[in-house]
């Protein structure tokens, strides 16, 4: 009787493990997914912000180089066309940051980086454990109730 009954109880304590197992296996994989999400999310708001600022950037530009084409017909002095070479390679940055490749080439050369250079990425005092992350849990709490008194 007593080995029947155990033999249910290691089937019964082997389904809770499957079961446990397959919802820890779902929860990273919505996790992961949302983290993706979150990503993307923020990529084409950077995106969008390099849009609407290349927007402001192109009027200025255009209103700087006609002011200063006309002042340099105008007063005969060439030197007056100066600013316009370092406003047009910000300009040039700005559509290839907004419309061109400059997000795959920036992509490239992160998994060289991460592929050829993966001491480069070392976090300064190593990566987090729940230890250290406790002890500062512990340390702020302890600095919170101190701070109530």
Do not use: C
Request: glycine content about 6%; overall charge positive; cysteine-free.
């Amino acid at each position: 009787m007593g080995f029947l009954m155990s033999k249910s109880m290691d089937e019964n304590l082997k389904k809770q493990q499957e079961f446990m197992l397959h919802n820890s296996r779902l929860q990273m994989e919505r996790q992961i997914l949302m983290q993706n999400q979150m990503r993307e999310r923020q990529m084409a708001m950077q995106i969008a912000w390099s849009r609407e600022f290349l927007n402001y950037f192109g009027s200025f530009f255009a209103v700087a180089a006609a002011g200063l084409t006309v002042g340099a017909i105008k007063r005969k002095k060439p030197a007056l066309f100066a600013p316009i070479i370092p406003l047009s390679f910000i300009l040039a940055y700005q559509i290839d940051s907004a419309y061109g490749t400059l997000i795959y080439r920036m992509r490239g050369e992160a998994e060289n980086i991460m592929a050829s250079e993966r001491d480069r990425l070392d976090l300064p005092a190593g990566v987090p454990t729940f230890d250290s992350i406790e002890k500062a849990r512990r340390a702020r709490s302890g600095l919170a109730s101190i701070l109530e008194k």
